[in-house]
């Protein structure tokens, strides 16, 4: 059974860092592409970062390219969103997730696995 579990979240002031992190297990995590998600009340799910199964792309949202960095350590199962000079817009639940066969990395319909999500808020 998959399961990706993310934590990391909570409150912080704009300006300030914060890193996520999400452990996956019941698959083959070195070869899966993950994903970085995140959901505003009242607003779809959209992309934020994506990493491939080598670690040797990455990809991300024009809004968090620079600031936000996403990383994996096949040792621990583990993928990461280091986030840095956070935002008020930032606020959303964050979301982990292993991508399918889907070229397309962006689409929230080429990702089959999904953790539970991880609160993040940032005040101004």
């Known amino acids: 059974q998959v399961q990706l579990v993310e934590s990391g979240g909570g409150l912080v002031q704009a300006g300030t860092s914060l890193k996520l992190s999400c452990v996956v297990s019941g698959l083959t995590f070195s070869t899966k592409s993950m994903g970085w998600f995140r959901q505003a009340p009242g607003k779809g799910r959209e992309f934020v970062a994506a990493?491939?199964?080598?670690?040797?792309?990455?990809f991300y949202a024009d809004s968090v390219k620079g600031r936000f960095f996403i990383s994996r350590d096949d040792a621990k199962n583990t993928v990461s969103l280091q986030m840095n000079s956070l935002k008020p817009k930032d606020t959303a639940v964050y979301y982990c997730?292993?991508?399918?066969?889907?070229?397309?990395?962006?689409?929230?319909?080429?990702?089959?696995?999904w953790g539970q999500g991880t609160q993040v808020t940032v005040s101004s």
């Open positions: 997730a292993g991508k399918g066969n889907s070229m397309d990395y962006s689409r929230v319909s080429a990702y089959d696995s």
């Open positions: 990493i491939t199964g080598s670690g040797g792309f990455t």
